[in-house]
């Protein structure tokens, strides 16, 4: 590591790096120090769209270094959630990022005219995007490539599409080859400081500290990413392969999570896709499993004329676009996705904001003249693409309203009760039972990935555990997660990395960890997001359940009032957040 | 044992995720990154997943070696060239010789980066990509 922050400010164009290895010593990287920086150049009670908003992306000391070490974190204040932004993309960023020299990048103020970044080792350029500020994220990526391409080496580039553009806040960015930075509005934050995108690369090669060691590391890694069977289910049909699994257990929300049973999950499934529709896995950089799983669409525009795309998929999307909306057509999902992909939406937002929409729509909350004639229906895959096109047109007061997520719809349009979101954030695709409801309303982040929630509801179909012991697990677990986003290694890959393979790991590099420092960093980083979220406004004791969960089938049965304010007081007192105490 | 030869063999399988590259650096430079790696996985604009391989094709009479102005690239037995880093002048113009961009540039050393058909990058690739051939005529490259 260089402890190497560099400073961006788009006001002023002046760039500058300053070298911090003690913040790395005691934080190690990614969401640690990315943290502690939103402390320092964040102010919590500001707005997520004004200039002086930091952007803050981070790596750890794997990146790009260890297999499967690919992701890259970014905290910001989040215009969807009015608290914490954080949301982690692979990609090429962080090899790129590390190629450069940098472990951080924060970047503040507003350039004058939509602009790009451009980092090329120490080298930073703010530079015209005026000629293709409109164009979609795709569309941008292909511009850049082109005109920011460096001989033989590897460039990364993040950009945002129009939704970001027109500071959406469940606009995402875009890295890549279908990576994202998908959740709670990063899109938004960069297109506020009119900032198109980020193109990164460079030409350091670090020196080994313990080559031996780093060698035998390297190996141990690569086998089991390889060789073994923790990372199968990623390598071969990817996530997707739990969408019958899930809908069998009721646990695959269908229809705005009316039930968990999709009677067309058989017809969307990672099988089906698989069979019909996949054409190439590829990886981001440094990863030897590959779990991004690309479909290709091929359509007949005209007779005997073909337009070919392709589009990712994974569960979540298929999820956010098929269950969600009841469709069970694969080339109805994936003409959406398409269009989300170009626009620069986060899928699972969009997705749960449609369905929102949908169900006001059939309850009559929403009438004809608010969708100015358009008849809203689960399974109606063309009409949800007539929606999508408004959205991107701005065409009418609710098209442009659609594209602020299901909390602030609700709250102009009606149907509160039904707009399924966690603090103001739309959630993964479980409808388990109370451990992801736990997850979602305590996680730092309300993502799926804050801890293994729904993996721990699954499991208690076949094993009953009492319920403290659960949500210590989840506390665990989130704790354990958060050494994983330091590193910063993929979540994916959370069964190859135990502690034992990180210290040797982190030992290789020539940095100084044991067990217990690991498991003070996840404590610590865990306590420091909540006590920044208190200061955004979060309250623990205050969290709330979208209504209807209350009255829908789970996977482990109804969720009760009573026994989820058990479980959430259980969880603020082994978290340390009970009683309005900060946690240190 | 004859001489082995790196050939890229099923360029359709890649997945870009430079396993070879890093490899490359790692075990045959001793570096962390990707940069001193004797190859490229390259990718497009705007094709997503279309990966060109380009490794050393082990020429018999190398274009590298003949632009060399110096004589730094000296053409090795079966075939390919090694280094000698003393005579290198940093001109790049072996780089610029090398009509399949297989050859690669050291840019902290500023010198050519030979491959060495070693096959390390062999051993690391997930989905048998590349592989180490005796017969170096059979096998097209770069693909």
């Known amino acids: ?584 | 044992m004859g001489v082995k030869y790196l050939r890229v063999v099923n360029r359709d399988r890649c997945i870009g995720c430079f396993s070879c590259m890093y490899a490359c650096s790692r075990m045959v430079r001793n570096s962390m990154g990707s940069g001193k790696a004797s190859m490229r996985v390259r990718s497009y604009a705007g094709l997503e997943g279309a990966f060109s391989i380009r490794v050393c094709a082990r020429c018999a009479h190398p274009d590298c070696a003949s632009a060399c102005p110096t004589g730094a690239l000296i053409t090795a037995p079966g075939g390919g060239v090694r280094l000698d880093k003393d005579l290198c002048i940093s001109c790049k113009t072996c780089v610029k010789a090398c009509a399949i961009s297989a050859l690669q540039w050291d840019e902290e050393e500023k010198q050519p980066l030979p491959c060495i058909h070693c096959g390390q990058c062999v051993r690391y690739c997930p989905n048998d990509v590349l592989a180490l051939v005796e017969d170096g005529g059979t096998e097209a490259t770069p693909s």
């Not at chain 1, 090899?95 to 020299?101: F, K, N, P």
């Not at chain 1, 009677?263 to 019909?276: L, M, V, W």
Request: a neutral charge; one cysteine or more.
């Open chain 1, 1 to 584: 590591m260089n402890a190497s922050i560099l400073y961006v400010d788009l006001t002023s164009g002046q760039s500058r790096v300053e070298r911090d290895e003690a913040l790395f010593r005691e934080f190690m990287g990614g969401t640690a120090v990315a943290t502690e920086l939103l402390f320092r150049h964040g102010d919590p009670k500001g707005d997520a769209l004004a200039p002086e908003a930091p952007v803050i992306f981070a790596i750890g000391p794997f990146n790009a270094l260890l297999p499967v070490a690919t992701k890259t974190v970014s905290l910001f204040m989040s215009p969807l959630s009015g608290e914490l932004g954080e949301s982690h993309a692979g990609g090429r960023l962080s090899m790129a990022l590390r190629d450069a020299g940098i472990d951080a990048l924060v970047i503040t103020g507003r350039a004058k005219a939509p602009s790009y970044l451009t980092i090329e080792n120490e080298t930073v350029a703010v530079k015209s995007a005026a000629t293709f500020w409109g164009q979609s994220a795709l569309a941008t990526d292909r511009i850049l490539r082109e005109a920011e391409s460096r001989s033989g080496r590897k460039v990364s580039i993040l950009r945002i599409g129009p939704a970001g553009e027109r500071l959406s806040p469940i606009a995402c960015a875009t890295v890549d080859g279908s990576r994202h930075f998908g959740r709670l509005g990063l899109g938004a934050v960069l297109g506020s400081k009119n900032l198109k995108a980020i193109v990164a690369s460079g030409t350091r090669t670090p020196p080994i500290a313990r080559p031996k060691e780093y060698k035998a590391v390297y190996d141990t890694l690569y086998d089991r990413v390889v060789r073994s069977k923790e990372m199968k289910k990623y390598h071969d049909l990817g996530t997707s392969s739990n969408i019958v699994p899930l809908s069998l257990i009721r646990g695959l929300p269908t229809r705005n999570f009316t039930q968990g049973h999709f009677e067309g999950a058989e017809a969307i499934s990672g099988e089906r896709f698989a069979k019909d529709f996949l054409v190439q896995h590829t990886a981001c950089a440094h990863c030897q499993c590959g779990c991004i799983h690309m479909a290709e669409l091929r359509e007949e525009f005209a007779p005997y004329h073909y337009s070919t795309n392709r589009i990712s998929y994974d569960y979540e999307l298929l999820y956010a676009m098929g269950s969600m909306l009841s469709l069970s057509n694969p080339e109805d999902i994936l003409r959406l996705l398409l269009f989300t992909e170009k626009q620069g939406w986060d899928v699972i937002s969009l997705g749960g904001t449609l369905a929102w929409a949908t169900e006001s729509f059939l309850r009559g909350t929403l009438s004809a003249d608010a969708t100015e004639g358009l008849t809203l229906s689960f399974g109606d895959g063309a009409t949800y693409m007539a929606v999508l096109e408004r959205i991107a047109r701005g065409q009418g007061e609710f098209y442009r309203d659609l594209e602020r997520g299901s909390a602030w719809c609700s709250e102009k349009w009606g149907g509160t009760d039904w707009a399924i979101h966690y603090g103001r954030v739309e959630p993964g695709g479980y409808m388990t039972g109370e451990n992801f409801a736990v997850t979602s309303l305590m996680g730092v982040r309300h993502s799926h990935l804050d801890d293994s929630g729904y993996s721990a509801d699954q499991k208690l179909l076949n094993a009953p555990k009492p319920v403290e012991d659960q949500v210590k697990d989840q506390v665990r677990d989130a704790r354990w997660r958060m050494v994983m986003n330091s590193l910063i290694v993929c979540l994916f890959a959370r069964g190859v990395y135990d502690e034992t393979v990180i210290l040797q790991g982190l030992d290789a590099l020539g940095l100084s960890w044991d067990g217990p420092g690991l498991e003070k960093l996840g404590e610590r980083a865990l306590a420091r997001k909540y006590e920044w979220k208190r200061l955004c406004g979060f309250d623990p004791e205050a969290v709330r359940m979208p209504e209807k969960m209350y009255s829908v089938q789970t996977s482990t049965g109804m969720i009760g009032r009573e026994s989820l304010a058990r479980r959430l007081a259980l969880y603020r007192e082994h978290t340390g957040l009970q009683d309005g105490k900060t946690p240190r």
